[in-house]
């Protein structure tokens, strides 16, 4: 761990995973043809002279693109958060990450831990040899969030934009304003350095709890995402249970909809013993409860759901 100038107060740690923020490529204008996670976290905030006037520690705590995330990383970084946070002196934790992942990581942070410090995700979309690379002002961006008094809770910041771990969602594969919230449900923005809340952060939800990641990684349940479609059938829902499933998020269309091949192999998985989710494959919206229906995941993303019934599984363990 590396201590930087200490010339405010407020303790800022920074831990590092990897991602584009970390990339580098051989080719300045190259913004695709890059190898993630090549920078350690310590060299990106020396690479950003304003961070020189902040109170920050540094931390690799891994070093991995983040389509290859696992929940070993998961859980080391929820402890070390964890840990962190408990210090008087920590005003909130920012976590370098790649954008891929990084709504999972984000929302599972926020049900295991629900921190009543921030604890600010931040990546970027194009690598750090860039011409215009967009991870310096993310970085710096996030430090400023997590520093903020009003603060709280699992927060991404990114282009300039603060949302909740609830709302994220990446919704753009190239552009650097790749997240938004759904529903346009903006936490705050940043502004040359200043933080304006739009909104101050709700009342977080009864959290897992760290107690929840101690079972050994590899008896974790088995949760699989399907989705419904044009022709949707059972024959993947048949396929799971012969594998060994323990839960099913299902995308389904429109508020939650599925075709009736797929809803009965669904109710059968569930009748023996498989937890099962109905999530909407919509960039926004809900999934309205119905008795009749199969559970709502209300309105969790396919991927936030499954984070979800991970940790419902792993908890009722």
Not at 254 to 274: C, D, P
């Amino acid at each position: 761990m590396q201590n930087t100038n200490e010339l405010n107060s407020g303790l800022v740690v920074i831990l590092g995973t990897g991602g584009t923020i970390a990339g580098t490529a051989q080719d300045s204008a190259d913004n695709v043809g890059y190898r993630a996670a090549q920078l350690g976290v310590l060299e990106l905030v020396r690479a950003i002279p304003p961070l020189g006037q902040r109170r920050l520690e540094t931390e690799q705590i891994a070093q991995l693109d983040s389509k290859d995330m696992d929940f070993a990383t998961w859980r080391k970084l929820a402890l070390r958060v964890s840990e962190h946070l408990a210090r008087p002196e920590v005003m909130g934790v920012v976590i370098t990450h790649g954008t891929d992942t990084l709504e999972e990581t984000a929302y599972f942070l926020q049900r295991v831990l629900a921190p009543s410090k921030p604890v600010v995700l931040t990546a970027a979309m194009r690598p750090a040899t860039a011409l215009q690379t967009d991870g310096p002002q993310n970085l710096l961006d996030a430090v400023n969030v997590a520093a903020e008094r009003h603060a709280h809770g699992v927060l991404v910041v990114f282009a300039g934009a603060v949302h909740s771990a609830e709302q994220l969602r990446k919704v753009h594969s190239y552009r650097v304003d790749a997240f938004a919230s759904v529903d346009g449900a903006r936490a705050a923005v940043v502004e040359e350095g200043r933080v304006r809340w739009l909104s101050l952060p709700g009342t977080a939800p009864t959290p897992f709890g760290l107690g929840v990641l101690s079972r050994p990684l590899e008896n974790w349940p088995r949760v699989q995402i399907l989705m419904n479609h044009v022709g949707a059938d059972g024959t993947v829902v048949e396929a799971l249970l012969e594998h060994g499933v323990d839960g099913l998020v299902v995308a389904g269309t429109g508020n939650g909809s599925l075709s009736m091949s797929l809803e009965r192999a669904l109710r059968s998985a569930q009748a023996q013993g498989v937890a099962v989710l109905r999530s909407t494959r919509c960039d926004a919206g809900p999934v309205t409860e119905s008795a009749d229906a199969l559970p709502s995941a209300g309105a969790l993303s396919p991927v936030k759901a499954r984070v979800e019934l991970l940790l419902s599984l792993l908890a009722a363990k």
